[in-house]
């Protein structure tokens, strides 16, 4: 029997899983990324227990353990104050509760391993200089043009192409990417550079008026990563690694917690990107064409979960595919089983967004007060808000 084709637009952590999931279910994979090389930008990500499930499943987990860092629980505080709003408790915790680990670690150390785990599946192929800027359905799957002139056919096509999708764009209608009304600072520093004055060893939410901070460990533990998400009006400058002063970071949190302030004086690399999203798509599929991660279901980043969507996108895409050899019936039953799971991360995420913003004392005192008194009085009320994401297999 003639192995079957799958071509993917797009080689992010989206991407990468996806060929992974299908050269690991028997398919022949092409990755066509645009850019000259496979890299991710500087920055931490943290993977959620069933983002973890979906790494386990994909083989590549002992290609990150020298690299990850699980806190010991991630906390809300309030950012000036430094007030301790909850702990959600995670090392030991989280594998007990949801079956796995929840752990932070740098998008290039997460990037390298999909990317090696790829490389060793004889039945794959990575392209790099590789812009897809169409595609056209033909002998029952598609084909897509590259920007350098080549056609490239496969039985399936997945556009993993992020945010600013072109296989969507071409599914959907044109519709601009729309800017969310906020920008991220991101910035990553060893932990050696901050003296006496780094941010605790787990993971924190710093929540403030019209912002919010995060700040994780990457690189096994060694460095701190920073992401403060402040909401802007407007944003004109393209791209996702605009760099920034220090003055201007400073403006936005140098009035907060000493140990922020620290990070942002000590960045060498201080980055600004702006956060796009768009609603809810009405469908993801075209045949044997479908979307995956950022390009299907953009989300704010407030509660750490786009790229663990992508991953368990990447694993149900590719289970449904080996239990159905009718790829457009496949690829709809995987649309209907990932929209109502990811509808409902954009949506909470959007929500926990406003949640840690809350732009005056009166909203602030009424939203974290009865937090913090829920979850002294019974401990495990965070934890159980978190059981439908985390505790969820994709897999299973
Ligand atoms: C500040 C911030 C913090 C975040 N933190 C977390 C977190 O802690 N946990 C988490 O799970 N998620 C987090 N996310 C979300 C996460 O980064 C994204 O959801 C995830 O990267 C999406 O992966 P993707 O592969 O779908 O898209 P992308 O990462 O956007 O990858 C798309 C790839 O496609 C390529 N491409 C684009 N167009 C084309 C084309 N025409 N042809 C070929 N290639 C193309 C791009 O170069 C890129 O390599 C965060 C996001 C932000 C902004």
């Known amino acids: ?95 007990n509760r949801w079956g796995h680990r929840f752990i932070q670690i740098h998008r290039a150390d997460l990037h390298d391993a999909l990317v090696n785990a790829l490389r060793a599946q004889p039945s794959a192929q990575l392209r790099t200089n590789a812009k897809v800027t169409g595609y056209v359905r033909e002998r029952g799957g598609a084909s897509v043009y590259l920007e350098r002139g080549d056609r490239v056919f496969g039985d399936l096509l997945v556009g993993a192409d992020g945010v600013r999708s ?34 605790p060893p787990f993971g924190v939410i710093w929540a403030g008026r019209g912002k919010h901070a995060v700040t994780t460990r990457v690189k096994g533990g060694s460095h ?39 990070v942002l004086e000590a960045s060498s690399g201080l980055f600004r990107w702006a956060l796009y999203g768009r609603p809810p798509l009405a469908m993801w599929c075209d045949g044997p064409v ?34 159905d050899s009718d790829r457009a019936r496949a690829v709809q039953t995987y649309e209907a089983l990932r ?16 949640m840690f913003h809350r732009h005056n004392g009166l909203a602030q005192l009424g939203t974290y007060g009865p937090m913090a008194v829920a979850s002294r009085l019974s401990p495990t009320i965070i934890q159980q808000q978190q059981d439908w994401i985390y505790g969820f297999d994709a897999g299973a």
């Open 224 to 262: 701190v990563n920073f992401v403060g998400i402040v909401e802007q009006d407007d944003w004109t400058e393209e791209g996702w690694s605009i760099p920034g002063s220090i003055e201007d970071a400073l403006a936005d949190f140098g009035d907060w917690q000493p140990c922020l302030r620290s």
């Open 339 to 354: 929209k109502p799971r990811v509808t409902r991360v954009q949506a909470r995420s959007a929500a926990n967004a406003r």
């Open 166 to 199: 072109e296989i969507r764009g071409q599914m959907c209608g044109p519709d601009r990417a729309r800017f969310t009304g906020n920008v991220a600072w991101r910035s990553v520093v060893p932990v050696a550079a901050l003296g006496d004055n780094a941010p």
């Open 1 to 95: 029997m003639t192995k079957r084709r799958a071509v993917i637009a797009g080689g992010g952590i989206g991407g990468l899983a996806c060929g992974l999931a299908l050269a690991k279910t028997g398919w022949d994979v092409e990755v066509l990324e645009q850019a000259p090389e496979l890299r991710e930008v500087g920055a931490g990500i943290q993977v959620s227990p069933n983002g973890m499930a979906m790494l386990e499943r994909l083989g590549v987990l002992p290609l990150i353990e020298d690299t990850l860092f699980e806190p010991d629980a991630i906390e809300l505080r309030i950012g000036r104050t430094g007030r301790k709003v909850f702990r959600l408790p995670m090392k030991g915790y989280a594998q």
């Open 290 to 323: 479908t979307l995956l991660g950022d390009a299907a279901h953009p989300m704010l980043p407030s509660m750490a979960q786009g790229a663990v969507m992508a991953l368990e996108d990447a694993v149900v895409l590719a289970d449904v595919l080996s239990q």
